[in-house]
């Protein structure tokens, strides 16, 4: 089977002092084998909470689970219900099947001890091997991910390092235990454009050789053609449209994708044609009081009064998996082809 994650239905609440923040709020997806997954959305839509759920991170309280499922195929092949997992069992799956990175790689990494310490530590706690073995693989993991001279940086503490070069000893971890999938949150938002065309590529040719699924969480719509074969995009803790790469680019159908498209910088196009970027407008809205209806109406330039903001919109397929939120795609479809 190529399924090695589904997630269905999930809730993720918090309770604040204010009221409850439904920070995910019926979330559905999966990921199959050797597959990149982009989960793309402003700050606040869902999509890191969606991950750490998945891992189990989620602080409880003030955080709760409020409803899902999320079944994973682990390493030995039998499909497990992560949410229901006993603790030390999940413990095992966050060493052993999913690894994670994250935006800034100086939160994750510990500053007093050298990085080889740091990835030997994951090698001996996983993978059972004596310090010393855990040292060569190390430097091993440090020349797959393209960092020069490894022993020597073996030797280096993550303040000794630039920016792009801590991501890829984050990588080199999370990939020191043979994940069959890699949560990578926001893991080049930090980095220079160039840095970040790097670890990009860096993470693709990764994968192609050791063919592990990727989920990859991001603002930027700009960086995902490249990286992913599907696409979710989320917006205030719903999925508002998932389709394959290709459609989402081609054949956007929720207003919230085409604005997020509309503010990516197109580099195919001379200075002189390039568009200004048209921001989406307005901001995204405090979660404790999400607009009703579909959340987006606020901003959305579609919007009809009186609909939109009654009921959230269903989630329909609009034709081989293409899956949109908006009660309007019929007719956003037929006015881009016209
Ligand atoms: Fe815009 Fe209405 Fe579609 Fe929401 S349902 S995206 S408000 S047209
Ligand atoms: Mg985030």
Redesign the pocket.
């Known amino acids: 089977d190529k399924r090695l994650l589904e997630v269905k239905g999930l809730k993720v609440h918090f309770k604040t002092d204010e009221g409850i923040v439904k920070a995910v709020d019926g979330v559905s997806y999966h990921i199959d084998k050797g597959e990149t997954l982009a989960v793309v959305g402003e700050s606040g839509s869902g999509k890191s909470v969606s991950a750490l759920a998945m891992m189990r991170l989620i602080p409880m309280p003030p955080g709760m689970i409020a409803g899902g499922e999320i079944h994973f195929r682990g390493k030995d092949g039998e499909v497990k219900e992560l949410l229901s997992l006993p603790e030390h069992e999940m413990r095992r799956i966050r060493g052993n099947d999913i690894a994670m990175i994250f935006q800034e790689p100086m939160t994750s990494l510990n500053p007093v001890y050298t990085v080889g310490d740091q990835i030997a530590e994951a090698i001996v706690l996983h993978q059972g091997k004596s310090k010393k073995e855990a040292l060569e693989l190390a430097a091993d993991m440090l020349d797959l991910v393209g960092i020069p001279e490894p022993h020597k940086r073996l030797k280096n503490y993550p303040h000794q390092m630039s920016g792009g070069m801590r991501q890829r000893v984050m990588i080199a971890m999370a990939l020191s235990c043979n994940p069959s999938l890699l949560i990578a949150d926001e893991p080049t938002t930090a980095l220079d454009v160039t840095i970040q065309a790097q670890i990009l590529e860096l993470m693709k040719k990764l994968q192609e050789e050791i063919g592990m699924s990727i989920m990859f969480i991001t603002h930027d719509l700009g960086v995902v053609a490249e990286m992913a074969d599907r696409v979710v995009v989320m917006y205030a803790g719903r999925a508002v449209e998932e389709a394959d790469v290709v459609n989402t680019y081609k054949d956007p159908l929720?207003?919230?994708t085409m604005g997020l498209l509309n503010s990516v910088p197109r580099v195919d196009e001379s200075a002189v044609n390039q568009q200004r970027l048209e921001a989406i407008p307005g901001n995204v809205p405090n979660p404790l009081f999400l607009p009703p209806g579909?959340a987006?109406?606020p901003r959305?330039k579609?919007?009809?009064p009186g609909?939109?903001d009654q009921e959230i919109?269903p989630l329909e397929d609009a034709g081989n998996g293409h899956m949109v939120r908006?009660?309007?795609w019929r007719e956003i479809r037929e006015e881009a082809h016209a």
């Open positions: 929720h207003p919230y579909c987006f109406h959305c579609y919007a009809v609909v939109c919109p908006c009660v309007r």
